[in-house]
């Protein structure tokens, strides 16, 4: 079965998944990817081109009419290649609604058409505006969309629309998590066309590196209160609040550290303002780490993984180290990692008070962060990791293709 994949890019952390499809007997990947920079890839986000073991095909990505990226010469790419399957994803699943010949294509040539979704920021269609009303779009630099008057109305109204008419041209949907499952059925996708894979990070190889890490020496001097984050520094990571909450712990646990690893345009603002709290010594920046085994060994060497703002595999990786999580609303695969009280905690979003009064329960308490962090660990091995992850995708994939 051969499946035809198209990604804005290829992060580092999506090769290891497709290698093991691919690698899956009767399976054949091949990923179509813009050439450069693709405007749909965030400021920062590390590509790789190595250990790549399917076919990768590069085309030209341009701006279309509707003002959204798309990719050129799609249709050639796809009547060369011949799939059995095709998936895409935002915002590349639009040139199918407002090119209808090339879904014209698709459909005559028997290919089954899969979109591939966390979902992220969609409503149920019957509170699309509601919705969105109590949360406007934004991107990563949190520049919001305004969310009132005529042009709010028309533009809810024609997303809506354009939403109910992909997902019932789809032959079924591939999702990162269970909330897609009602989401989509409200747009007249019939949930047994609704698979939920989960997403997960190469924890074959984090699970190996951590067993070589623990036979080495410490990268940091020991400290029992250390926190860590990794994560590009931008705005909708929302670091600054971790520091400020930081800053309100310190106050009481006075050898608090805060380790940040990632890099990003926000970088001089955050360093600015831990001077600015009188806590810049306690505030450790590392520039990203890609490294499987430096990554893991900075896990090890701290005590919770809190996530303030947007992201989600992140996550996965702290559950492998068997760290605590205290996140709050980050991209929805949070809800299936991350459970109340049993390997971690949920703050009010945005509230740097209610992240502080979390981070000070769990150093009151280091048993419940021994016990919550192997709760993580339980979770990684058992339920969401790159095996489960790639056998729920071959199992959607022969599902698709055999049934419907």
């Not at 190996?208 to 984050?229: Q, S």
Request: include cysteine; charged fraction near 25%; charge should be positive.
């Amino acid at each position: 079965m051969k499946v035809l994949f198209t990604f804005g890019g290829l992060p580092h952390y999506l090769i290891p998944l497709l290698n093991k499809i691919n690698a899956t007997e009767g399976f054949e990947v091949v990923v179509v990817i813009p050439k450069g920079q693709s405007k749909t890839i965030g400021k920062g986000v590390k590509q790789d081109n190595k250990g790549i073991e399917f076919k990768v095909i590069h085309t030209d990505e341009y701006i279309t009419y509707y003002r959204k990226p798309f990719l050129k010469n799609l249709k050639f790419i796809l009547k060369e290649e011949n799939p059995d399957i095709f998936i895409t994803l935002w915002p590349y699943i639009l040139g199918f609604v407002f090119y209808p010949s090339l879904l014209y294509f698709i459909k005559r040539s028997k290919i089954k058409f899969i979109l591939r979704e966390i979902p992220f920021c969609v409503p149920k269609q019957n509170e699309a505006f509601s919705y969105y009303k109590a949360h406007p779009i934004y991107d990563e630099n949190l520049k919001f969309e305004k969310n009132r008057g005529m042009f709010f109305i028309l533009k809810t109204s024609l997303l809506t629309f354009i939403r109910k008419r992909y997902y019932n041209f789809i032959d079924g949907s591939i999702n990162y998590t269970n909330s897609a499952v009602e989401i989509q059925s409200s747009y007249g996708l019939k949930k047994d066309r609704i698979f939920v894979t989960y997403n997960s990070p190469d924890t074959d190889t984090l699970l190996m590196v951590k067993e070589e890490a623990k036979k080495e020496a410490l990268l940091m001097k020991p400290c029992k209160y250390r926190i860590i984050h990794v994560g590009r520094l931008v705005p909708w990571k929302r670091v600054d609040l971790l520091i400020r909450s930081v800053a309100i712990v310190k106050d009481k646990y006075t050898e608090t550290e805060l380790l940040i690893i990632g890099n990003g345009p926000q970088k001089n603002d955050l360093l600015q303002l831990s001077t600015n709290l009188n806590i810049n010594s306690s505030v450790i920046f590392v520039d990203g780490v890609y490294d499987s085994k430096l990554l893991v060994k900075y896990m090890m060497e701290s005590t919770i993984y809190i996530l303030a703002g947007m992201g989600g595999l992140s996550i996965n990786e702290a559950m492998v180290v068997g760290k605590p999580i205290i996140c709050s609303v980050c991209d929805g695969t949070e809800k299936d990692l991350v459970r109340e009280n049993y390997n971690g905690l949920y703050f009010k979003e945005g509230d740097e008070i209610s992240l502080a009064e979390k981070i000070k329960y769990l150093f009151d308490n280091p048993q419940i962060i021994e016990k919550m962090g192997r709760n993580s660990e339980k979770i990684i091995f058992e339920e969401i990791n790159i095996n489960t992850v790639k056998q729920n995708f071959i199992d959607a994939l022969n599902k698709i293709h055999n049934t419907f």
